[in-house]
């Protein structure tokens, strides 16, 4: 994409982003002696081929630019693949997204026909446009989906969006209906578990945005087997990351699963994302949802699918709204960390856990009429405490042996640019080491 087609103070933005970002990609010590390195991606992005409103070419030249390494297009029960006419003019990107697309690409390129009075333009595919960006060692492109599947309650009970990302899906997965919200989330993980067996590709699902309509609670999340990985961070202005008055936010989620996962469930833990969902690429502000606003960064020794998938299925990697850091350990009994700092900016990392001995007992939510809401229950504070607080460029934490677990949150003094929501600062988020005790 052009830096043209975004406005100036974001065209700085993303000069800005890149050269962070290939310092952030400079190999820390301890990954070094492994041979690994930090690549920075984004596992969630939309284009017309479902409702972006931008041309996928565009699109992964926005990220190549502004420092990614790799990029999964993840539309809507759709592959980037096939053939797929779209009208010119009356898609969500219209004129203005054609006439970028024109002067980038040219006519050569872009390939357009009449039919029934109207000019149409031909999406290419992953498999015809990834030569122009892929390059060994230094940008790679993922293919996936979003399987786009809906929990229906009944007339009056309203209904739930349970969206499942793939990664580095092989064949398209058609969407899966169940009797509940959790048997919806169960049958879209387990087709794409399925398809891994079926196919032997490296790939793993994740749970999109849980509080886009308040559609997946902890409950419901906690209980499926298979689904390893769920969006902690989501850049779309209407996921309610935080939640609000009623619902738990996704950091509340993320520790009342692990808890009990750990514990009663006896499942491994639930790892967090931070994505993008990129869905507007012209107009830039809060209000949409814009490139740029998280991602993750995994330590791998390759960057290829594969070597992803499986760096990231061991939890080497940490998520990011702009915090960078320069290395994550978690060893045996401690989580060590060091932050790439800014001049002027001060960080602030909360050790976050639970203790063994907590306090189990929950209530439901209840409404102003009294009645119980569809929602999150309400637990102890004794799940996920802030164990401990550290300023500073390399905080770390020795547990004390009653941890289930413990995970990082480093919260920047830094005001995020084009913010999700206004008054967001820049932050990171570890994966949790798991107490081996």
């Known amino acids: 994409m052009k830096n043209a087609s975004i406005p100036f103070r974001f065209r700085s933005l993303s000069l800005a982003l890149a050269g962070i970002f290939l310092c952030a990609s400079a190999m820390p010590q301890s990954a070094a002696a492994a041979g690994a390195k930090w690549w920075k991606g984004n596992l969630h992005t939309h284009t017309l081929w479902s409702d972006g409103d931008d041309y996928p070419e565009m699109i992964t030249g926005w990220y190549k630019e502004a420092g990614h390494h790799f990029l999964m297009l993840s539309d809507h029960n759709i592959l980037s693949a096939g053939e797929k006419w779209i009208d010119a003019e009356k898609n969500k990107g219209g004129k203005t997204a054609l006439d970028k697309y024109l002067a980038k690409y040219g006519a050569d390129w872009v390939e357009t026909r009449m039919k029934d009075g109207r000019k149409q333009v031909r999406l290419r595919g992953l498999a015809e446009f990834r030569g122009k960006f892929e390059k060994k060692n230094k940008f790679l492109m993922i293919q996936g989906q979003e399987i786009t599947a809906r929990y229906l309650a009944g007339p009056g009970k309203g209904s739930f969006p349970v969206h499942v990302n793939v990664t580095n899906s092989k064949e398209l997965i058609i969407p899966q209906s169940g009797t509940s919200v959790e048997d919806v989330l169960r049958k879209n993980v387990d087709a794409v578990m399925e398809q891994r067996r079926k196919t032997g590709q490296p790939m793993f699902p994740h749970l999109n945005h849980p509080n886009f309509y308040f559609a997946v609670t902890a409950e419901e999340l906690m209980k499926i087997r298979n689904e390893r990985f769920f969006e902690v961070y989501n850049g779309h ?41 990129g869905h507007a690429y012209h107009e830039f502000s809060s209000k949409k949802s ?6 993750v ?31 994550v350990k978690r060893g045996k009994k401690k989580l060590s960390i060091k932050i790439q700092g800014e001049s002027g900016v001060t960080y602030t990392t909360q050790f976050i856990g639970t203790r063994k001995g907590f306090d ?24 996920g405490a802030v164990l401990k607080e550290v300023t500073g460029l390399s905080p770390s934490c020795t547990l004390k ?28 988020w570890t994966q949790p080491l798991v107490n081996s005790r």
């Open 237 to 277: 202005p209407s996921v309610h990351n935080e939640g609000d008055e009623t619902h738990a936010g996704t950091e509340r989620i993320w520790d009342i699963i692990n808890t009990f996962r750990l514990t009663e469930l006896g499942m491994d833990a639930l790892y967090g994302l931070a994505t993008d969902d």
């Open 297 to 327: 960064m995994v330590k791998s020794k390759k960057l290829a699918p594969a070597s992803l998938v499986e760096a990231m299925e061991a939890g080497d990697f940490y998520s990011s709204s702009g915090v960078v850091l320069k290395y």
């Open 360 to 383: 189990r007992k929950s209530e439901p939510v209840k409404g102003a009429d009294g009645k119980v809401m569809r929602a999150t229950r309400r637990y102890s504070s004794d799940i």
């Open 401 to 428: 042996g009653d941890e289930i677990y413990v995970r990082a949150r480093i919260i920047s003094s830094k005001k995020k640019i084009n913010p999700y929501r206004e008054g967001e600062f820049e932050t990171a």
């Open 290 to 295: 814009n490139p740029g606003r998280g991602w």
